[in-house]
């Protein structure tokens, strides 16, 4: 039997899904490159995960059936998106957007326990990605709770691979960007100034961005938002609640909260992992990959690497940010991220300076998320405002 189709770890394992950290640290130390049958080749080392992010000729993006902009695209076709895509999330934009990111962050603060427990998760966690986003792209309310939903069934699908039942969310949550388009193409001059209809007058080259192209997109943009904004909030909060000290030197720093929360998402990642695919034979870590062969790079494991961070889990503001891969890095570093950054610096800002306490609950413990989310299902904190 070919030994590359023998599986040396199981993503899917009941060990590996009660702490998929605690797991990945593992992998990295005793088998940095491991096959699977969920994940083919995982790579759990910083220099291997940065050098296929380095080299996007070998290690190539282009690993879905469906068409996905720009993040399932190779250069030159990859450049001409990031080009449409990149001024979306300048810091122009970013500057304008920041008093209704505000808002939404302080009312949700203000509807949380005066003094007392909250489940942390559903009480604010997933209601703030999931407002901010469809703030950001000009969608209405009434859009929030099929797309709670779409969300959860989403990750069922992923986590279960079920291509039938993938297909149908896919298909669902296209449902709800073509009846945007729509509403706003036949509005024509009436139609909201938001960045959905911005997307509708669009050019690659000559011609107009078409449906197919701006429903990608807004996809890309909407499903890794949702997710990874949710479990940064659960794990940035929870961190907090954990660890006291750090929780008042941010209150009485709050300048510091912009490195911190890379810091802190940097010991519990977000995202647990992207694919690639081989497109020439290499040698990585001491195994041969062939062209064709499918590869999952563990930001979960890399970000966590003691040949570059030392302890792994200890809290320190002064790192090199260039190592850090929460966004990625190379020419598919998250177009989004100074999105997400100003999305987790304006929640913790609020949520600190609305609060004078957050903590554990007492004999109520958090339940882990599951691959391929990270963070939390549940997250138990107790509350205090007022003089602690």
């Known amino acids: 039997m070919d030994k590359k189709t023998v599986p040396q770890w199981d993503p899917r394992s009941e060990a590996v899904l009660q702490d998929q950290i605690a797991a990945y640290d593992e992998m990295r130390r005793r088998c940095p490159v491991a096959h699977s049958e969920y994940l083919n080749w995982s790579l759990f080392r910083h220099e291997d995960v940065m050098r296929a992010l380095h080299d996007p000729a070998t290690f190539s993006n282009a690993v879905s059936s469906h068409l996905a902009v720009p ?207 081989v497109t020439q034979p290499v040698h990585i870590a001491g195994q041969d990959l062939a062209p064709g062969d499918r590869v999952t790079l563990m930001w979960a494991s890399a970000n966590r690497d003691e040949a570059v961070f030392g302890d792994p889990d200890e809290f320190r503001l002064d790192r090199d940010p260039a190592q850090n891969l929460l966004y990625g890095a190379g020419i598919h570093v998250c177009p989004g991220a100074p999105l997400a950054r100003l999305e987790l610096r304006v929640f913790a800002d609020e949520l600190l300076s609305r609060t004078s306490r957050i903590a554990p609950v007492p004999g109520r413990s958090p339940v882990n998320a599951v691959y391929p989310a990270s963070g939390f299902l549940e997250l138990p904190l107790w509350i205090e405002r007022g003089g602690s």
């Open 71 to 277: 993040s399932g695209m190779d250069p030159p076709q990859h450049t001409v998106y990031r080009r449409i895509i990149d001024p979306y999330f300048s810091d122009e934009r970013m500057r304008a957007f920041e008093p209704a990111c505000r808002a939404i962050a302080a009312q949700l603060v203000d509807s949380l326990p005066d003094n007392g427990a909250t489940e942390f998760m559903s009480a604010f966690a997933e209601d703030y990605a999931l407002r901010v986003q469809a703030a950001f792209l000009g969608w209405p309310a009434e859009l929030h709770a099929p797309l709670r939903q779409w969300t959860r069934k989403n990750h069922a699908a992923t986590l279960a691979r079920d291509r039938a039942a993938l297909e149908e969310v896919a298909l669902e949550f296209d449902g709800y960007i073509r009846e945007l388009l729509a509403l706003r193409r036949d509005a024509g001059a009436n139609a909201p100034d938001d960045l959905t209809t911005s997307l509708l007058r669009e050019r690659v080259g000559e011609r107009l961005l078409n449906e197919e192209e701006i429903v990608s997109i807004l996809r890309n943009w909407t499903v890794g938002e949702l997710s990874t904004i949710a479990a940064s909030v659960g794990i940035i909060a929870h961190f907090l609640a954990t660890q006291p000290d750090v929780q008042r030197q941010l209150r009485a720093a709050p300048q510091l909260l912009p490195a911190a929360a890379d810091e802190i998402l940097r010991i519990h990642a977000p995202l647990i992992a992207n694919r690639r695919v």
